[in-house]
């Protein structure tokens, strides 16, 4: 599948720009700093939809989400001062989780940098455990991502 093709179904993007202290002894970006911009997009993408990070790590609506699981594929490498396009989305919602796909592209020659996927898991502010993801948030979700399922 050529993801650069899908980049219509990610509602979100920002751009980020590589710094010095973000590449390795070979010059370009670590692959551990991927994660950092993914996690940019994540909370940009939630703050387009209305909803703000608290310092205390939970958003302003009271829910918590945490990460359950991350999936990377390194497609090119991107390098200092690159300026990269972290488009992001939400592919599915389940009971108490859902996933946040991300594509990372250097837009000046249309480069795939990365696929990304990061299972986020809703949870209990009092008990930490999971628990079904509101469903206001699931309809605001669904009205501004238009490719998201529930499954």
Known sequence: MNQIAEIDKYPHMISVRVRNFEVDSQG??????????CEIGRVEYVRTLGIQLLPTGIFDNQFKINVKRNEINYESP????????VHTRI????????????IIMRPSDRTLIITQKSVQVNLNLKTGRPE??????????????KSCYEI
């Open 28 to 37: 370009i970006v670590h692959n551990a700093v991927y994660l950092n911009y």
């Open 78 to 85: 991107a390098y200092l001062d690159d300026l990269l396009n």
């Open 91 to 102: 592919s599915y919602i389940k009971n108490s989780s859902f996933c946040f796909d991300h």
């Open 132 to 145: 079904r993801l509101p469903d206001d948030i699931r309809k605001i979700i669904m009205n501004f991502d």
